[in-house]
């Protein structure tokens, strides 16, 4: 195929999606990124893989990801594995309210079940089970290196033509006879199909032609501490405080943990995280008090208002496809959305019907999606 | 001729030279992508031993300038705290 493919935003979405477009037969790819690759939230992001959620849209297009890593995986020699995802619940009322979403999850197929304190601290040695009333466990979750996914897919995409350039920036994007010119940092680009997988830099490149998304960029913060041997495989998430710790396949625990922030405004370090990622996992994992801190770091989630990304083409723009406004959840979609992506630009409609309900117009119609209860 | 396998380049994650050769001439001409592949500047001395060797070695191979590449970001507490620390006690404010 002739047509000439820009991807703007060398992440796991646009790296991805290149790879099925030249399964596809395009091979006229450039992907551009002002930055380096992974540069975005790709490098920084927790690598949790879980199709355990609240919305219809959300589990079924998880569960079609978790059916795909494993093939990606093995075709790009990206870690990944099946370690499961761990809820602590430490309210009576949390109990009730997860009681329900894992009937939700389980009519869908997903996994999930409810687990004593006592068999939670049997998958997570050391666990303070004292302060937990009960636990959640999806077997199916797990996790996969962001580095592997971003570096091998890079190179993969490199031995075989495809273009990737960093240190180019898009700044503009308009109409050039039937498809699209883009300003950049250094030229003029020219194309007849633009993919806007900029996370968190979407919604201003998308303005520049017209489009406007609810895309708003949210601090958030994480850590990592020294490695160790395998302590425990599942990615833990404290409900009551919306922290999370996973053990990396290096060995590094990487927590995330939320503190107040305001949409918009350049992340700073504050010790406020630090403060709380220590207080929340030193209650509940005492022995993590002798560990050691190497780095802390920001990045965004690309917000929408509901929570689940924009991604299809836009509307009045034929050519022009978004991807963005993961919400903090594109790492673990990438593989799904990346062969959705590829059916859209090559004239067909993605095999899932759920990724429809995703498409960028649905805000303007007052669409949004709906999840089972409001989830923090 | 030394052997490059058996030239460390970082001591914390056990990298030779011939790890960081090797990944340059499979495309990773950057030094970022370097960090992510080979996790130098990863460890307990977040890249003081070994990112400007890289750098160096980088350049070498790439002809240009050491001063033009540019080095990754060194992120706080700089030096290893132990979790316990910033889990004491909660002032006001
Ligand atoms: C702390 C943290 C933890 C997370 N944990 C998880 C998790 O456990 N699981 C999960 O699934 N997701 C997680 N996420 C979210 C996940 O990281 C993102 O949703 C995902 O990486 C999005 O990938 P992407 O390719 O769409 O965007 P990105 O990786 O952000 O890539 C976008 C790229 O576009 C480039 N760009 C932006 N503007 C321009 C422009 N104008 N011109 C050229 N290039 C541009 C950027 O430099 C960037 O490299 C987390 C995020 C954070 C911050």
Redesign the pocket.
């Known amino acids: 195929m002739a047509r000439r493919i820009l991807i ?7 790296l991805f999606t290149a790879k099925q477009l030249l399964e596809k037969g395009f091979s006229d790819i450039l992907v ?4 380096y ?6 490098f ?6 879980r199709a355990s959620f609240t919305s219809r849209e959300h589990v079924k297009i998880m569960l079609r990801a978790i059916e795909l890593w494993p093939k990606v995986s093995a075709e790009l020699g990206i870690k990944y594995s099946r370690d499961g995802y761990l809820w602590l619940l430490t309210r009576e009322s949390d109990v009730e309210y997860f009681s329900e979403v894992v009937k939700f999850q389980n009519s869908l197929g997903v996994p999930t079940r409810v687990l004593t304190p006592e068999e939670a601290g049997a998958l997570v040695p050391g666990l303070n089970v004292s302060l937990v009333k009960a636990a959640v466990y999806d077997p199916l979750a797990g996790k996969a290196s962001c580095f592997d996914s971003v570096v091998n897919t890079l190179r993969h995409l490199l031995s075989r033509g495809v273009r990737v350039e960093w240190g ?4 503009r994007i308009r109409r050039s006879g039937s498809g699209f010119a883009v300003e950049t940092s250094r030229g003029e680009l020219e194309a007849e199909i633009v993919l806007v ?5 979407s919604r201003r ?1 998308l303005e520049t032609i017209g489009v406007e998304l609810p895309i708003r960029n949210l601090p ?1 913060h ?1 850590l990592v501490t020294e490695a160790f041997k395998p302590v425990f495989k599942p990615l833990v998430i404290d409900w009551a405080t919306s922290s999370y710790i996973v053990q990396l396949f290096n060995g590094n625990f990487y927590i ?1 943990a939320d503190i107040p922030e305001e949409y918009d405004v350049k992340p700073a370090h504050k010790l406020e995280f630090l403060r709380k990622a220590a207080g929340v996992w030193t209650r509940l994992l005492p022995w993590l008090g002798e560990v050691n801190v190497l780095r802390y770091w920001t ?3 690309d917000m929408t208002p509901d929570h689940h990304p924009v991604l299809g083409p836009v509307e009045g723009f034929e050519g022009l496809y978004v ?2 406004g ?1 919400s ?7 593989p799904a959305v990346a062969e959705a992506l590829a059916e859209y630009i090559s004239g067909g409609k993605p095999g899932l019907p759920e990724f429809e309900r995703l498409r960028p117009e649905r805000f303007a119609r007052g669409e949004l999606i709906k999840e089972i209860a409001v989830f923090g | 001729m030394i052997d490059p396998r058996k030239v460390i380049v970082c001591r914390c994650e056990d990298v030779t030279l011939y790890d960081v050769e090797k990944a340059i001439d499979e495309g990773l001409t950057d030094i970022e992508l370097l960090k992510r592949k080979l996790r130098i500047g990863m460890g307990p001395c977040q890249g003081a031993g070994c990112l400007l060797v890289v750098a160096s070695i980088l350049a070498r191979k790439k002809g240009v300038r050491v001063t033009d590449i540019k080095i990754p970001v060194s992120r706080p507490p700089i030096a290893p705290v132990q979790l316990k620390f910033f889990a004491g006690s909660r002032r006001s404010g």
Do not use: Q
């Open positions: 703007i935003g060398a992440g796991v979405t646009g551009v990124d002002k930055n690759p992974g540069s975005g939230g790709s920084r992001c927790a690598t949790g893989i180019v920036e898009a700044r997988a900029a996370g968190w830099g490149l958030k994480a995330g990045g965004y989630y991807a963005a993961f903090g959840h594109g790492f673990m979609m990438a």
